[in-house]
């Protein structure tokens, strides 16, 4: 379904592609080391012999060179994340997926540190190599093990299954706003246990902050204390509503700051304001009172819904704020959002099953750089003082 599935590696001083590995058609899944000097990648398809091979491989960043590799028996349904210097595998074992396999690897080497077949549902709750235990969620209970000696180290009682995990889902584009060049620490993070989102410490397996499970709706992360909320309106599901509304949740305070029409996403906390997107169109909003500072100019009906056509997180660039709309860059002033123009031959747009990793990984500006991954096969990176001197000349004329 999808014929040019590749991992890349490219220099990031020169823009060089180091290196490509191609996976055809087939799913693949990549996790780094704490170092990032290193790349685990599990590939469902061998576009070398034309088949469903399953293969977990350690790459070499710098040069491609593949360190180990082990083949697992199935292809289909395998998850792969990460712990602590170790590689997990989740493997089912029929294709009911009513028992699976669990195999912990020694990151370094390959070899298996310890394995546990898990019978019946249950949940993989590692995010990568941050996560300090390997974290499994099965009747009823969240248990952290020892990613080298297999051995339980906490639990903590999660109950009854109280509605699917919208992070599982391929389109979900709310959760964590991961920065991907200069990762934030996770070790405590929000995540669905039973019939509360819970913000759990997963060093200790403590309690830090909860906010109620609803079937309708959806939050994004801001930070640990404030979650900008969607919440439908009418119909059965989520993302079959015709009506929303946003709410700004303070978990230090435990109550909701304010409500807003449509659908708030792409949130980005600055000093006193969230800059976001209303149902797709860009804006500043006060973080205390939720109350619109400006919205960018646009001919679409106040009632349509574009989020769709967004295809990055916000980019804070000094005073002008970068996003992915439609099939541009665009660049707006951050004091009143005047677009100020478009980055030309900058196409992000939206990567079908991918969506979070579109919205972390599309746009990161940094202190030096400004780095940009395209769907067609591009990969910029702009000097961040240099583009910032180009956009303030392009300001001054405009005022």
Not at 92 to 102: G, I, M, Q, R
């Amino acid at each position: 379904m999808h014929d040019n599935s590749s991992l890349y590696a490219i220099d990031r001083g020169t823009g060089m592609k180091l290196w490509q590995e191609d996976a055809g058609f087939g799913w693949y899944t990549a996790v780094t080391d704490k170092e990032r000097e290193y790349v685990t990648m599990f590939s469902a398809y061998n576009p070398v012999v034309k088949d469903y091979v399953a293969r977990v491989r350690h790459i070499q960043l710098s040069d491609g060179k593949v360190l180990w590799e082990v083949k697992p028996k199935n292809e289909f349904g395998l998850t792969m994340t990460a712990a602590q210097d170790t590689v997990v595998l989740d493997e089912p074992l029929d294709l009911n997926e009513t028992k699976s396999l669990l195999s912990v690897l020694d990151q370094e080497t390959g070899k298996l540190r310890w394995k546990k077949t898990l019978s019946g549902e249950h949940r993989l709750l590692n995010q990568g190599t941050d996560d300090p235990y390997v974290l499994i969620e099965q009747n009823g209970q969240l248990t952290a093990y020892d990613p080298e000696t297999g051995k339980a180290v906490w639990d903590y009682k999660v109950g009854k299954k109280f509605m699917d995990d919208p992070t599982q889902d391929p389109y979900f584009t709310g959760g964590y706003r991961y920065n991907p060049v200069s990762p934030a620490d996770m070790t405590t993070r929000w995540m669905l246990l039973g019939k509360e989102w819970v913000l759990l410490n997963t060093e200790t397996g403590e309690r830090e902050g909860v906010y109620p499970a609803r079937e309708m709706e959806r939050f994004e992360v801001l930070n640990e204390r404030y979650l900008l909320v969607q919440r439908a309106l009418n119909g059965k599901y989520f993302s079959g509503a015709t009506a929303y509304e946003s709410v700004l949740y303070d978990s230090l305070e435990d109550r909701e700051l304010w409500t807003v029409k449509g659908k708030a996403a792409r949130g980005a906390i600055e000093g006193e304001r969230v800059y976001l997107t209303l149902n797709g169109i860009p804006a500043a909003v006060d973080k205390e009172t939720g109350s619109v500072i400006w919205k960018m100019e646009t001919i679409s009906k106040a009632s349509d819904d574009l989020s769709h056509l967004v295809g990055s997180s916000y980019g804070i660039l000094d005073r002008y704020l970068l996003l992915s709309l439609g099939s541009d860059l665009v660049v707006l002033n951050k004091d009143d959002g005047r677009s100020l123009g478009r980055l030309h031959n900058v196409i992000t747009g939206n990567v079908d099953l991918r969506e979070q990793y579109a919205r972390n990984g599309a746009l990161n500006v940094t202190d030096h750089q400004v780095l940009v991954g395209t769907v067609n096969g591009a990969f910029i990176r702009y000097d961040a003082e240099e583009l910032k001197a180009r956009l303030d000349e392009l300001f001054e004329r405009m005022e």
